[in-house]
């Protein structure tokens, strides 16, 4: 079931909060864990009935191991912690890689091998990341879960289970349990309530008629069509914005639903194209992913590189560089892998790699030069490089496959041409006699294959383009609106839209609300996955 | 921001500025969706309630042009007939369920779906037996709905179709989106238009008449669908012009008889008959005649195999060689077949007889009959290039400029309506 789907938005959404109403009128308090995991199962049971026993296994494993775990000492304790890891990575790459990595296998050993017939359940790559780092931290001495039912609730909680935010047991205990009822409070609702709202919106409204425009130029370079420059460029540039607001969106609805059950969900999206480089990036986009790549990858294998290095009696400084970058790759290419089982995904997390290790290495070479330019120009250029750089990546995630992502790349950089479509010339103005007469623009080998559907007129897209900019980079986004964890005390822009302020129980916030919520429901019925429900 | 009221659950009722504020916007937002429901119901752009006809105002339902597979798999659910026609947009404006003879099982509605692949068949039919109580199915079967360059059309919603469609779901979809308005606007805009022209109708119909409303020059329009045929346009749908063949297309055929099988439904097969010039001479045109031999010796081979009779309308026949001319009398362009021509396939497949039926038209493929059939259309073929140099000339036209890499000739896209 999908967020942004009638069935979730008019029976599932209402009719949990209705119980949850019922359960806090009858005092029966006790019973909303049991609900809410009830009501998650229904969730997870509507995607594909067969990955409810799939989810199930693994977390009654998990719990089992964990107490295991945390019942042991010593080497036995170790056994079971590398028993739990071992599980969860057997269990991923079964259900997530086998397939894909199976047929390779077979293949260079020659062996005639049919694929399983089963997909990747929903949401798989996400619970074992949770109950990955659960395990990690109760093994490292954090709090554990003895309830098996909050065991159960804290992995498979519907407002996370199927495209994150990867929490971790510490940051949501307190309201999975002896919390959760005050949390469940009027103020909550009513934040969560507009917090879903914008949420979906920026789902159903922004990313959707984002991706009307972006699709037919993927599924053109597919065909191996050849792409003129300018649209493709566009497509690109739109894709960029499509993934943010879908993902945003995305965020933005699963804290909101959490608020609304009464779970404290951690923010997981922060503006990430304001990021003045990549590093910057990574903090700000899928935070939880981010934390857990950098706590449960990174942190181990830097220091454990350097460990080695030390050993060998290298050189300190050397050894420190080294091992950032090889524990840099390493993550990133993980990174990537996570996300899919295909090259162009590898290939997406490598390239972030490759980019933290330019942002390294440049940092050191102003460092040495003692560069300390803080200027509002170099913060705005460093901006658009670091935009530029992330856009450029957004190709390898969103293409199929590589010949389709070359295809991509070939337009973006002139080897088909540099036609300037007639319908853009009409909204050049004065520039257009300029470029018609240059003939660079027209050359005759160049791609004219309009791609673009015909009902989208250039306005159209530059008014798009142009709203999809000022939402990203003029607009403060929900974490400075909203107040919730003392999230808007750290705001980076001041919480203002139009006026309007920062969000107040008011009647003019509650009219903003209505209409995000109709418009969303306007533009949701034409169904469309949330880009990281496939993960 | 301080929080000067707090309360322990979601609802005591003491009315704090939170209360206020979540009510306030649960009922603004149930007053403006209540507001654009109750607009769209009465305008029924998809023709699905009834509520409210009247000429000049609704009665073409103008939202079902771009949303036909949309809209028929929510009509499937909603009308639960017992016969549907199925087949692509030749079964779709040709063949009125309303026909005497289609009257066995009613109700019957025609379940024919522009381009629609054998893939898709399979899937609308699954969907069919999954909404509604099918005892017999009439498929009308296109050389080009094997074409494995596309298996699905873009088109085709796999989130919508295979499932049982719930009321929720498509009331929903129908009163609650963007594109229902929209088309809401674009059903009093047309109808205030065009009031005399009814193409969608609520049998699933869609009359070739309306389709082809004032249509003046059919030459032209012969010529113009021969070139989307023979189009080598990446970005067009694939019919001819890039043509691929794979053994999957027959399994999806061979499943569609089984699943009749597995079901009780009658499933009565026939080759549509697409105007020689097209499913002749283009295909002749694309290198696809020794192909288009082999599909028609394995569909009866199949058909054969499960002991179900598959007729055969398509080749050189007295209908299908019919003189392209204004007006035409079985054809409206080399694709899209007359009501009457239908008639004609009705009758024969329900063994009536008819005087006016020329004897050549329809065969039931058969192991003892099909290479002689096929023999035999190759020597009509012969006959009819010798006869009708004009025709073979236009398809070599064709053929010349889409390998030339031009475009479709302006001036005979102009002429082909008349405007008023």
Known sequence: MLFNSANFLFLFLPAVLLLLYVVGTLKKQALIPLLLFIASMVFYYQSNPLFVPILLVSISINYLLSRAIINSFLCRRNIWFYAALLFNITYLAVFKYLNIFGLHLFSLLGISWSPVAISAPLGISFYTFIQIAYMIDIYSGDDDEKNPLFYALFVSNFAYLTAGPLVRYCQIKETLKGKLLGILSSENLAKGLTLFAVGLFKKAVIAQSLSEIVNPVFSAAALQVKLIYWETWIAVILYSFQIYFDFSGYSDMALGIGLMIGISIPWNFDSPYRADNIVDFWRRWHITLSNWIKDYLFTPVNYTLTRFGLGLNINSSIVSNAAYYGATLSSMFICGLWHGASMTFVLWGVSHGVLISINRLWTEFKNRLKLHIKSRFSCVLAQIVTFLSVTMTWVLFRSDNMATAKSIFASLSGSNGLYVPGRLLAVLGPLRPLLQKSGFFDAGNTAKNNVLPTQFDTGYILILLFISAFIVWALPNTKDIFEINGSSQNARMPGKIFGIGEWTPSIKWSCISAVLIVTAVLYAGTISEFIYFKF | ?420
């Open chain 2, 1 to 420: 921001m301080p929080v000067q009221y707090r309360s322990l659950y979601i609802l005591n009722f003491n009315m704090n500025k939170y209360k206020v504020y979540i009510i306030a916007t649960v009922l603004l937002s149930v007053c403006m969706i209540s507001i654009i429901c109750a607009c769209t119901l009465i305008v029924d752009p998809y023709g699905l309630y009834d509520v409210y006809k009247k000429n000049g105002f609704n009665l073409q339902k103008e939202g079902v042009r771009n949303k036909i597979r949309y809209v028929k798999a929510i009509e499937i659910a909603l009308r639960r007939p017992a016969t549907v026609l199925m087949g692509s947009s030749r079964v779709h404006d040709g063949i009125n369920p309303d026909h005497p003879l289609l009257n066995q099982y009613p109700p019957v509605y025609n379940y024919g779906i522009d381009m629609i692949r054998i893939k898709e068949v399979k899937e609308y039919l699954k969907h069919a037996i999954q909404n509604a109580p099918i005892k017999r199915v009439v498929l009308g079967i296109d050389f080009f709905m094997f074409n494995a360059a596309e298996k699905l059309n873009p088109a085709f919603d796999p989130l919508l179709v295979g499932k049982k469609i719930s009321p929720l779901d498509y009331v929903y979809t129908t009163l609650l989106t963007r594109t229902a308005v929209v088309d809401s606007f674009k059903t009093m805009a047309i109808n205030r238009k065009s009031p005399d022209r009814l193409e969608f109708l609520p049998n699933g119909y869609r009359p070739a008449k309306y389709v082809f409303y004032r249509l003046k020059d059919y030459k032209k329009l012969h010529y113009y669908t021969n070139w989307i045929f023979l189009t080598k346009d990446p970005c067009s749908t694939p019919f001819y012009g890039i043509y691929k063949i794979n053994d999957e297309t027959f399994n999806d055929f061979e499943e569609i008889i089984s699943i009749c099988k597995n079901n009780k439904i009658d499933l009565m097969l026939f080759i549509t008959p697409a105007h020689c010039t097209l499913d002749g001479e283009a295909i002749s045109a694309a290198h696809l005649s020794e192909n288009m031999d082999n599909w028609k010796r394995k569909l009866m081979k199949i058909c054969s195999d499960h002991h179900t009779i598959l007729w055969d309308f398509s080749g050189y026949n007295s209908i299908t060689t019919e003189e392209v001319k204004s007006p035409m009398k079985y054809y409206w362009d080399s694709s899209h077949f007359s009501e009457l021509a239908s008639d004609y396939i009705l009758k024969r497949m329900y063994h009536i007889s008819d005087p006016n039926i020329p004897a050549d038209f329809g065969v039931i493929l058969k192991l003892s009959n099909v290479e002689q059939y096929l023999m035999e259309t190759k020597s009509k073929r012969a006959q009819y290039i010798l006869t009708h140099k004009g025709e073979i000339n236009s398809i070599r036209d064709i053929v010349k400029m889409i390998d030339a890499n031009l475009v479709f000739p302006d001036e005979l896209s102009r002429g082909i309506f008349t405007t008023n």
